[in-house]
């Protein structure tokens, strides 16, 4: 089965611009979540979206963050303005809570890096 | 919210020998223990989970522990070779589904 995917790969952008991020989850995963791992870090949960709607946004930083997930499949990350400090790779995964095994399958990520 | 504790944060053995990994979690609502295996560049990979109700896991090499009274779970990683070389991190959550609490990983470099 194909896996999760993102894009782009790499992101390098000025501070106070700009980006976004987008997650295609495996087929038929309802949920799907977007981690921020910054370097030397484990990963830390940014959003979590069940279907379209929002399970847990308790530590997205609200103010410049902002996610969706429109039609409960693909979904999209988006910073604006950037600061030094969102540089991070930013992981989607996805799981299917109806399997009796519920991996969640991470992405490729995407590196962004804030000059 | 759940902090999870890792330790050590590198470690280096010889090809061949035993590597264990620590955790301890301070939520007691923690039901699922899963571990991740991240070489450089790459996506986070589950290599191996267990779950409140059980207290060792097995798999080829690899075998996971739980202590659910002092709140503490070991990664156990026997007769290891350069490709396990990687960051290891493990995670805690109230049940598999929900998002998963990181530790900050061990590197582990095995060298032949």
């Known amino acids: 089965e194909a896996g999760v995917a993102q894009s782009p790969r790499y992101k390098i952008i000025e501070k106070r611009q700009s980006v976004a991020f987008w997650c295609n989850p495996i087929?038929?995963?309802?949920?799907l979540y977007w981690y921020q791992q910054i370097l030397g870090q484990g990963p830390k949960l940014l959003i979590q979206?069940?279907?379209?709607?929002?399970?847990?946004d308790s530590q997205l930083p609200k103010d410049r963050f902002s996610a969706e997930r429109l039609k409960g499949v693909d979904s999209t990350l988006k910073i604006q303005p950037a600061k030094l400090e969102d540089s991070a790779v930013y992981l989607c995964?996805?799981?299917?809570?109806?399997?009796?095994?519920?991996?969640?399958?991470f992405g490729p990520g995407t590196r962004l890096t804030v000059l | 919210g759940e902090n999870v504790e890792q330790h050590p944060s590198t470690l280096s053995v010889q090809e061949g020998d035993s590597a264990v990994i620590k955790c301890t979690y301070s939520?007691?609502?923690?039901?699922?223990f899963p571990w991740y295996k991240q070489e450089l560049g790459k996506r986070p990979q589950l290599i191996i989970d267990?779950?409140?109700?059980?207290g060792e896991k097995k798999d080829q090499r690899i075998a996971v522990t739980l202590n659910k009274t002092a709140k503490h779970f070991s990664l156990h990683i026997t007769e290891t070779q350069p490709e396990d070389s990687a960051v290891y991190f493990c995670?805690?959550?109230?049940?598999?589904?929900?998002?998963?609490?990181f530790g900050k990983g061990t590197s582990l470099l095995v060298t032949p």
């Open positions: 995964a996805s799981t299917n809570l109806l399997e009796a095994v519920n991996e969640q399958f």
């Open positions: 087929s038929g995963h309802a949920t």
């Open positions: 979206f069940q279907n379209n709607g929002v399970v847990d």
């Open positions: 939520d007691s609502a923690s039901n699922y």
């Open positions: 267990i779950r409140s109700n059980v």
């Open positions: 995670a805690a959550s109230g049940d598999s589904g929900y998002a998963l609490n």
